[in-house]
């Protein structure tokens, strides 16, 4: 070779190079052991006596950007012991080189982790370039043979569902909260199987979970004695979530409070004229179904007279499909206050008003503006006896929810006509605001005057489910315990699956999550 290099400083302790020599690009390195006597490995008797040799090839770590080959010759020896059952036993080099492996330890180290960060074949374009020799099948059985499980013992736990296929199969995650790392992923979310989980841990003594499910009937059963604590997060959204529902079902009587019982169809732009008629339609639905639940028919009977599905019909009969337009959140939501100032300042173009707000960093279309302005125009043309379009129930939760120091003129005297004609509505509000305050300041001695308080509310629903887990919702309170940072590993899960584009099993993504 042209460039001489020291082979004995590279490869592994414990082999002495006899030659080297370049083949194709591939440095190989012949090498022997340097003892002289190998244990047997079933008397563990130490033996000298060599029966023969033969060459066995592994790869090692690349040198100078090409491959390595160790081309070992090993020793097959004679046991000497008279009542050994082996007779004849090949040499090991322990640490060196696995048994029957055709890589070293310390290549098979990196492929290890070459698989655990980047999955199969972006690890194996990965180690290609690096000049290890592994595809991406090799890697991932690395992966799988190296896996290993928690060994720590629990004492804090929390638990939540993660979907392997959204809306079609889910699995659960069980994490370590006090040491801040994923214990195991089970196959589903079913009862039984969180259950026998649990109960083959019976030192656990602190379970976080959602209120959804059943892991708190899991837990119940499996360890009666243990905390469990709902997560704060949840109990945050669904509080939101239920005053959402509250003004969904008082959109008739906010119609009523603020003098837009109809609606002028020559008002509207063609968009919303069809949403007008999908509502209209859906009145007529409501009609028929709500006949049918005045007259005292079971939501079931409705279902099979009707044809309409279970679901629709519970939202009718609870009031919940009322809004007349259902809008998506506009990317010209937080550009409302400076639409309204260039609008004042007498700039009715609406191209200029683009310009304007591009300036200022708005990275929408020209169009969304265009439509801004052409229902300004309409809305300013329509005299005091033609009424103006109601906002959806999702953008009156938000107005009603928001300071007002931060609506705009017209949004305040909406929302003050609101309040003044639907106070069960303000009620409501009142109730969800004490409700997260109490959960933001952990005062747990609030809680049962609360319940009583929202169970004769437009949220009683709501507070019949915190009263049902009224135990759980206190933990959250008191305990310092949450299942923030299950969700954050349910991040990191669906990274490493969606890295594998979804095809990970179940085994493959425990064994790379549970990796140190």
Known sequence: MANRLRFSSLIPAGLIVERTAEVEGILVVSARATVDERACPLCRRASRRVHSWYSRTVSDLPCAGRRVELRLMARRFVCDAPLCRRRIFAERFGDIIAERSRRTSRLDCIVHHLGLALGGRPAARTAKRLMVPASNDTLLRVVRRRACSYADTL?????????????????????????????????????????AWLADRPQIEVVSRDRGGGYGEATARALPNAVQVADRW???????????????????????AIGATTINPDLLTYAEKLQYEGYLRREDTNAAIMKFASAGVSIKEIVRRTGHSRKLV?????????????????????WLPFLDEQWASACHNASELWRRMKAKGFRGRPGVVSEWARRRRRAELASDQQLQKVPSARTIARLMTTARDHLSKADTVMIAAIEAGVPMLVEARSLIDSFHSMIRKKIADDLEPWITCASKSLVASFASGILRDRAAVRAAITEPWSNGQTEGQITKLKLVKRQMYGRGKLDLLQARLLAP
């Open 234 to 256: 949840h109990l945050m959204e669904n509080a939101s979530a239920a005053f959402l529902d509250a003004v969904r079902k008082s959109m008739r009587t906010i119609r009523t």
């Open 155 to 195: 004492r804090v736990v929390g638990i939540d569902d993660w979907a392997f296929r959204r809306n079609h199969r889910y699995g659960t995650i069980v994490c370590d909260l006090e040491r801040r790392r994923i214990v195991t992923l089970l196959p589903d979310r079913e009862i039984a199987t969180v259950e």
């Open 314 to 334: 519970r939202q009718v009969v609870r009031g919940q499909r009322t809004d007349i337009f259902r809008v998506r959140q506009s990317s010209l939501e937080a």
